[in-house]
């Protein structure tokens, strides 16, 4: 009889403890589902897809990593959360299949890092309805588990460009771009750039040098060389540059020219000619992102954030190369833009001195248009060849 009970009482100890599994959504070695109501932050475990394994402290996935990370610590959430992968490090295996990996460890938040990776978040968020696909500047989303995000760059390279167009008494300022204009989110900051030199004096002539660098953003057998020829061609007494290193500031530096950095401050390197750099804050994103799903009121809707939001900005200003009136111009447009009513540089009608027109305020700028429609530069721009 005591054998009886004692089967009856295990059975129902055994399909209580599977159905507790089931009703949590949870598989033993899997992080649980996160539904519409959120997770306790413990029970959170984020996939991070990188393009490259951010060893190097210059790159775009390292600012990811270093945002993922310090978002992780203001929120209690133990970095051992983080899972890691690179798509350019696994051997020739596509986006879909590192993701996968990902899933298996038991990631119910993916963050990936290319526009190249959002076909398979896509597809793999209708897979699995409760893990949260994050892409960075994808065109695609949906209404339930798979969202975008961006950064307005643009208006950091917008205060460069004040401060550039400030600084240059030679009204010649050169602007060295990794990639071409069919890189819409190069060709976009090279846009916020020049439209901050035609506001602050029209008078000076922008040149754009094509480095055509390798996907790291920088290359650093032939920086010096691209700095090199970028100031001798354009005669340009500032420059400025879409890449992680300070080999640029150093170069111009030795001819006495001022310079713009990119992502870091740089201005150890060259204290007497470096300005600031813009900068990209990916921690406030990774925060709210974050704080959304663990309060439960995670949205979908592309992500758009820019120096009100505290996503961009620059570097500390060096008033020693900047000099007052750099500061001062630059510290005014920082006002406008973080203050409530919010500036939009797309929205100022500007002229310019070179084809004696006026550029027009462009009208709205859709997310996608902003991600992966700007294909052309603003009047004005000649490039080197």
Not at 191 to 215: H, L, Q
Not at 320 to 344: L, P, Q, T
Request: with cysteine; aromatic share 12%.
């Amino acid at each position: 009889m005591k054998s009886k009970v004692f089967r009856a009482l295990s059975v129902l100890i055994i399909l209580s403890v599977l159905f507790s599994f089931v009703s949590c959504g949870k598989t033993p070695g899997k992080a649980p589902g996160i539904g519409k109501k959120g997770v306790a932050k413990e029970n959170i475990k984020i996939g991070m897809i990188y393009n490259y394994q951010p060893a190097n402290d210059k790159i775009f996935d390292a600012y990811h990593r270093d945002g993922i990370e310090a978002a992780a610590k203001e929120l209690s959430i133990d970095t051992k959360q983080i899972i890691s992968k690179s798509i350019k490090g696994s051997d020739g295996k596509t986006p879909e299949a590192v993701m996968r990996e990902a899933l298996k460890e038991g990631c119910n938040v993916i963050f990936a890092l290319s526009q190249e990776d959002q076909d398979a978040c896509e597809k793999l968020a209708a897979e699995y309805p409760d893990v949260k696909f994050l892409c960075y500047a994808s065109t695609k989303h949906n209404d339930k588990n798979f969202g975008s995000f961006f950064a307005k760059m643009y208006e950091a390279e917008f205060l460069a460009g004040i401060a550039a167009g400030t600084k240059s008494k030679a009204n010649s300022v050169c602007f060295i771009a990794p990639a071409g204009k069919t890189d819409s989110e190069v060709t976009l900051s090279v846009n916020g750039f020049v439209r901050g030199i035609i506001v602050s004096n029209p008078n000076v002539k922008p040149y754009i040098y094509v480095a055509e660098t390798d996907k790291y953003w920088f290359d650093l057998g032939t920086e010096a060389n691209n700095a090199k020829y970028a100031i001798t061609k354009s005669k340009c007494d500032v420059i400025a540059q879409y890449a992680g290193t300070s080999i640029t500031p150093n170069t111009a530096a030795e001819s006495k020219v001022f310079s713009l950095g990119f992502g870091t401050d740089m201005t150890s390197t060259a204290e007497n000619y470096f300005m600031f750099s813009p900068v990209w804050n990916w921690n406030v994103y990774y925060k709210k992102v974050l704080g959304d799903i663990i309060n439960g009121s995670f949205s979908t809707a592309p992500y758009l954030g820019g120096i009100k939001e505290g996503v961009v900005g620059i570097s500390k200003l060096n008033e020693k190369a900047c000099g007052d009136a750099v500061v001062k111009a630059v510290n005014s447009y920082i006002e406008k833009f973080k203050s409530d009513e919010g500036y939009d540089i797309f929205s100022v009608e500007i002229k310019d001195s070179f084809f004696e027109q006026k550029l027009p305020a462009d009208k709205d700028y859709t997310y996608e248009q902003l991600v992966s429609g700007i294909d052309y530069y603003i009047f004005g721009t000649d490039e080197i060849f």
